[in-house]
T-cell receptor
Framework: ETGVTQTPRHLVMGMTNKKSLKCEQHLGHNAMYWYKQSAKKPLELMFVYNFKEQTENNSVPSRFSPECPNSSHLFLHLHTLQPEDSALYLC?????????????FGPGTRLLVL | DQQVKQNSPSLSVQEGRISILNCDYTNSMFDYFLWYKKYPAEGPTFLISISSIKDKNEDGRFTVFLNKSAKHLSLHIVPSQPGDSAVYFCAASAQYSGAGSYQLTFGKGTKLSVIP
């Protein structure tokens, strides 16, 4: 497996469910990111982890909870979501978020909240 | 307020011709710019980048031009091929003072269709 992988690719959940999105990077990078892409909007940065430490939280509601157990894995735990949270969730990685670098993206998880 | 703008949601070009995708930005702190390409059901794929100290960067059929005074960049694809049909995102990077992370700010994208 190469690059950045995300599972599941598609997810449908009710507002009372709890689910998790998983991201894994095989690039030897130290920084990982969660982005949200809603219809007709630009990609929005949610969280940044650098060397397993969270360095950015862009005012994301607490119903989204990230977890980064090591530099290769990133999770996004979801609970009591709202229908407006339906979107494409993208994970990315780069060598080090403290440097100007290219970020590499996974294929995304398409989330639908009913 | 959108800091990175791609004002053309779509563009159609004949195969073999030049495709020009445009991007404008407002934040003068941006110092690194990237173009990503996205096919349906896939994540964005890095295409080409340019540092603010340069005004041009070329990679095969792809050239990015940066005009800092106008806060404008463009991506030229010559010659355009049907496989280039995708959504193209412009992104700009700046270091935010909070914890020192470089963050990417994206435009909404331009859908390019290359007609055979």
């Amino acid at each position: 497996e190469t690059g950045v992988t995300q599972t599941p690719r598609h997810l449908v959940m009710g507002m009372t469910n709890k689910k998790s999105l998983k991201c894994e990077q095989h690039l030897g990078h130290n920084a990982m990111y969660w982005y949200k892409q809603s219809a007709k909007k630009p990609l929005e940065l949610m969280f940044v982890y650098n060397f397993k430490e969270q360095t950015e939280n862009n005012s994301v509601p607490s119903r989204f909870s990230p977890e980064c157990p090591n530099s290769s894995h990133l999770f996004l735990h979801l609970h009591t979501l709202q229908p407006e949270d339906s979107a494409l969730y993208l994970c990315a990685s780069s060598q080090d978020s403290g440097r100007i670098e290219t970020q590499y993206f996974g294929p995304g998880t398409r989330l639908l909240v009913l | 307020d959108q800091q990175v703008k791609q004002n053309s949601p779509s563009l159609s070009v004949q195969e073999g011709r030049i495709s020009i995708l445009n991007c404008d930005y407002t934040n003068s702190m941006f110092d690194y710019f990237l173009w990503y390409k996205k096919y349906p059901a896939e994540g964005p794929t890095f295409l080409i980048s340019i540092s603010s100290i340069k005004d041009k960067n070329e990679d095969g059929r792809f050239t990015v031009f940066l005009n800092k005074s106008a806060k404008h960049l463009s991506l030229h694809i010559v010659p355009s091929q049907p496989g280039d049909s995708a959504v193209y995102f412009c992104a700009a990077s700046a270091q935010y003072s909070g914890a020192g992370s470089y963050q990417l700010t994206f435009g909404k994208g331009t859908k390019l269709s290359v007609i055979p």
